[in-house]
């Protein structure tokens, strides 16, 4: 059995969890994989500024350091800004899988523009990083968001008859007047929308949680990892200071 953990980028209860682990009932995986999701014990309220970003990377690092050790055969990182994915990569020689990295390349094999769509427009920075470090600005049809503070504790639960269908219209305005061909929803909080999507748009909607869990099993099975060359060890490494940082931390 293939364990992978997926790390939730905020502190949350267990109930909450749950409404992350309900990605796994959008994808098809096998009998031989199972998968954890942990909560990191540090996050910012949002990702919206630099200052954010680096609370989000050690929370996420701190999270998925010991993942290795514990017995995991892969990593996931449950959120667009693939917080914590780079630099586990240079910690782990367990495969580290982000959404946001994932969800643009596999857009590009399903065709030659894609949108992204949001809840929120303070996460563009988050997709326009992305874009750059992957360059592939120029495939990106257009970014486009509603106005809405997310919930990263309970998603769009409640919310649905007033936010899918102002997804849905975010949408056509990308496919009709951007000419995108792929849509990606803009953060693993919207899986709740993707099948109300999938069902009423013409063209592929990736729901960019589930597709980690399926290259998961996908590099696990072709016994593949990420390049040690494109993420070296450090030389000095500084577990012991990272968690004591987290355990000083923690409840404030």
Not at 87 to 116: D, H, K
Not at 167 to 194: F, K, N, P, Y
């Amino acid at each position: 059995m293939k364990k992978v953990l997926v790390i939730v980028p905020f502190p949350m209860t267990d109930a909450n969890r749950d409404q992350r682990r309900a990605q796994l009932d959008a994808v098809s995986l096998g009998p031989d994989i199972a998968f954890e999701f942990r909560s990191v014990r540090a996050a910012p309220k949002n990702y919206v500024s630099a200052s954010d970003m680096a609370i989000a990377e050690i929370g996420a690092l701190e999270a998925g350091l010991r993942a290795e050790a514990e017995g995991f055969d892969a990593v996931c990182i449950d959120t667009m800004s693939d917080s914590g994915m780079a630099a586990l990569r240079s910690e782990l020689t367990i495969p580290v899988i982000g959404p946001g990295r994932a969800s643009v390349l596999m857009a590009m094999m399903l065709g030659q523009r894609f949108s992204i769509i949001a809840l929120w427009p303070h996460w563009r920075h988050l997709y326009e990083k992305t874009l750059g470090d992957l360059g592939l600005a120029h495939a990106c049809a257009s970014i486009r968001a509603l106005d809405l503070t997310p919930d990263n504790q309970s998603l769009l639960a409640g919310k649905e008859e007033d936010i899918f269908p102002a997804l849905e219209t975010l949408a056509r305005q990308c496919i009709q007047e951007d000419r995108a061909d792929v849509i990606l929803l803009g953060s693993t909080t919207m899986h709740q929308a993707h099948a109300y999507l999938a069902e009423r748009l013409p063209v592929p909607v990736i729901n960019p949680g589930p597709l980690t869990y399926k290259l998961a099993e996908a590099v696990l099975g072709l016994d593949l990892t990420h390049s040690r060359t494109a993420y070296p060890t450090t030389p000095a490494p500084k577990h012991t200071l990272i968690h004591a940082m987290l355990d000083g931390g923690e409840g404030r």
